[in-house]
């Protein structure tokens, strides 16, 4: 068995049988269970309700603020404003809406007050705006002599139906959908080289500090040792996501035996009260569903591995490095910002790019540079990308993680016996000549 062999098993078997990484393994997916549960029961729970206290001098506007759930609109235009402001300053109301009397409409915009300890939130004031004004707007009307019965009918209201070039009918919200796939893949892939690009740095920076790199590095060549600690780290969360995904399907399984889920989208349901659903929602539903299985679902999946193998060989040859110059995580940070800033601009790009503009310069520029293609393109590929400019763009990715490969096994062939000196970014320009 060759010396890189020998190296990856030796680093999968340490991360695999490491009592965290085991843990993490079991314990993640209930974690993230338990908080899915929490922030559902969170979103069911019911604030307390606030009361506004309104004094309306003119009285036309009192009527117009119905209560709801969170907030008790109170009628209080009899009782003396400065009675009301030390209400609020002992916090017996949440805040007071002042409506003064004005001679005409256009002096009144200008003069409401609300009155509050805390700073209320904009859509709280909007809302109360959007009340005044609508009542405004109708008195302005009945006073000009419109027929606002007449105007109400006269309101356009304008639906747009969206459709392809071939004659077919497009939907809503597909744009949204597609970047919510291709971001969750995007966003996978980063976290993955963030979590696993560290594990690889901390376990040359173990080694390291404990000296026994000195005995490792006298058997084999950094480059190898560098690869084999990249790889066999990566097969270890390869290992960790299949887990993952067995505990997933089991957990579904099991619902579906236990309490009689079906987990087919049309099983146990008779034909009558499927076509009665489907003609209800107006057949919109089945259409998204069509959309959605025409999206490019074999190259969004294959192209998710190999844009993950090269993003995480790539930013792993970097973390590598980073171990190999310092001593210490705390020394290593000064060198992680320019790493993770790129992962960074990728998901901002991908959010606030590729949604409006899949195929625009910016969106196809950033897909092409290796640093940030692995998440800019797993986010353009649902919106149907050209092979070729999937094939460049790994080509770019795979050439770069070569060349950074190259840089990095320099810098940690000297970095990795270099003790009691935190390096800076000159010296480490300098190992990369050696």
Same mark, same amino acid.
């Given at each position: 068995?060759?010396?890189?062999?020998?190296?990856?098993?030796?680093?999968?078997?340490?991360?695999?049988?490491?009592?965290?990484?085991?843990?993490?393994?079991?314990?993640?997916?209930?974690?993230?269970?338990?908080?899915?549960?929490?922030?559902?029961?969170?979103?069911?729970?019911?604030?307390?309700?606030?009361?506004?206290?309104?004094?309306?001098?003119?009285?036309?506007?009192?009527?117009?603020?119905?209560?709801?759930?969170?907030?008790?609109?109170?009628?209080?235009?009899?009782?003396?404003?400065?009675?009301?402001?030390?209400?609020?300053?002992?916090?017996?109301?949440?805040?007071?809406?002042?409506?003064?009397?004005?001679?005409?409409?256009?002096?009144?915009?200008?003069?409401?007050?609300?009155?509050?300890?805390?700073?209320?939130?904009?859509?709280?004031?909007?809302?109360?705006?959007?009340?005044?004004?609508?009542?405004?707007?109708?008195?302005?009307?009945?006073?000009?002599?419109?027929?606002?019965?007449?105007?109400?009918?006269?309101?356009?209201?304008?639906?747009?139906?969206?459709?392809?070039?071939?004659?077919?009918?497009?939907?809503?919200? &597909?744009?949204?959908? %597609? +970047?919510?796939?291709?971001?969750?893949? *995007?966003? /996978?892939?980063? #976290?993955?080289?963030? @979590?696993? $690009?560290?594990?690889?740095?901390?376990?040359?920076?173990?080694?390291?500090?404990?000296?026994?790199?000195?005995?490792?590095?006298?058997?084999?060549?950094?480059?190898? &040792?560098?690869?084999? %600690? +990249?790889?066999?780290?990566?097969?270890? *969360?390869? /290992?960790?996501? #299949?887990?993952?995904? @067995?505990? $997933?399907?089991?957990?579904?399984?099991?619902?579906?035996?236990?309490?009689?889920?079906?987990?087919?989208?049309?099983?146990?349901?008779?034909?009558?009260?499927?076509?009665?659903?489907?003609?209800?929602?107006?057949?919109?539903?089945?259409?998204?569903?069509?959309?959605?299985?025409?999206?490019? @679902?074999?190259?969004?999946?294959?192209?998710?591995?190999?844009?993950?193998?090269?993003?995480?060989?790539?930013?792993?040859?970097?973390?590598?490095?980073?171990?190999?110059?310092?001593?210490?995580?705390?020394?290593?940070?000064?060198?992680?910002?320019?790493?993770?800033?790129?992962?960074?601009?990728?998901?901002?790009?991908?959010?606030?790019?590729?949604?409006?503009?899949?195929?625009?310069?910016?969106?196809?520029?950033?897909?092409?540079?290796?640093?940030?293609?692995?998440?800019?393109?797993?986010?353009?590929?649902?919106?149907?990308?050209?092979?070729?400019?999937?094939?460049?763009?790994?080509?770019?990715?795979?050439?770069?993680?070569?060349?950074?490969?190259?840089?990095?096994?320099?810098?940690?062939?000297?970095?990795?016996?270099?003790?009691?000196?935190?390096?800076?970014?000159?010296?480490?320009?300098?190992?990369?000549?050696?």
């Amino acid at each position: 068995m060759s010396k890189l062999s020998l190296i990856i098993k030796r680093e999968f078997v340490a991360k695999v049988r490491n009592k965290s990484f085991i843990v993490m393994t079991f314990l993640s997916p209930l974690l993230f269970v338990g908080i899915a549960g929490f922030v559902g029961y969170l979103s069911t729970m019911k604030a307390d309700k606030k009361t506004i206290a309104i004094h309306d001098e003119s009285g036309f506007f009192v009527k117009e603020f119905k209560s709801d759930d969170e907030y008790q609109y109170v009628d209080l235009s009899q009782v003396d404003t400065k009675m009301l402001k030390d209400s609020i300053v002992s916090e017996s109301y949440e805040g007071l809406l002042i409506i003064p009397k004005t001679a005409d409409n256009k002096s009144l915009e200008k003069g409401i007050q609300y009155i509050s300890n805390d700073s209320p939130s904009v859509s709280f004031i909007e809302d109360m705006e959007e009340i005044i004004n609508q009542k405004l707007t109708q008195d302005n009307f009945i006073k000009s002599g419109l027929d606002t019965l007449a105007i109400k009918k006269s309101e356009a209201n304008v639906s747009i139906g969206l459709s392809k070039a071939s004659g077919e009918t497009a939907l809503k919200g &597909l744009n949204e959908i %597609k +970047i919510v796939i291709g971001g969750a893949f *995007g966003y /996978l892939i980063m #976290m993955f080289i963030v @979590i696993y $690009g560290n594990m690889v740095m901390r376990s040359v920076i173990e080694e390291k500090v404990s000296r026994i790199i000195e005995v490792i590095i006298s058997s084999v060549k950094p480059f190898q &040792l560098m690869m084999g %600690k +990249i790889i066999g780290t990566s097969l270890a *969360g390869i /290992l960790q996501f #299949m887990i993952w995904a @067995i505990l $997933g399907l089991t957990a579904m399984f099991v619902l579906s035996s236990v309490f009689g889920v079906q987990m087919g989208s049309t099983s146990g349901v008779d034909a009558q009260t499927l076509q009665n659903a489907q003609q209800e929602m107006g057949g919109s539903m089945a259409m998204y569903m069509k959309e959605l299985w025409n999206l490019p @679902i074999a190259t969004l999946l294959i192209s998710f591995v190999f844009y993950f193998i090269g993003g995480y060989f790539l930013y792993s040859s970097f973390y590598a490095s980073i171990g190999a110059a310092v001593d210490n995580e705390t020394d290593s940070q000064q060198f992680l910002l320019p790493i993770i800033m790129p992962l960074i601009l990728g998901v901002y790009i991908g959010f606030f790019t590729v949604i409006n503009d899949p195929h625009g310069t910016v969106a196809t520029v950033f897909s092409m540079i290796p640093l940030t293609s692995p998440i800019v393109m797993m986010m353009r590929i649902p919106f149907g990308v050209p092979l070729w400019q999937i094939a460049v763009s790994l080509a770019l990715l795979f050439a770069t993680f070569l060349l950074v490969v190259w840089f990095a096994a320099k810098i940690y062939r000297v970095g990795i016996l270099m003790y009691g000196k935190k390096p800076t970014w000159k010296e480490l320009y300098k190992w990369s000549k050696y």
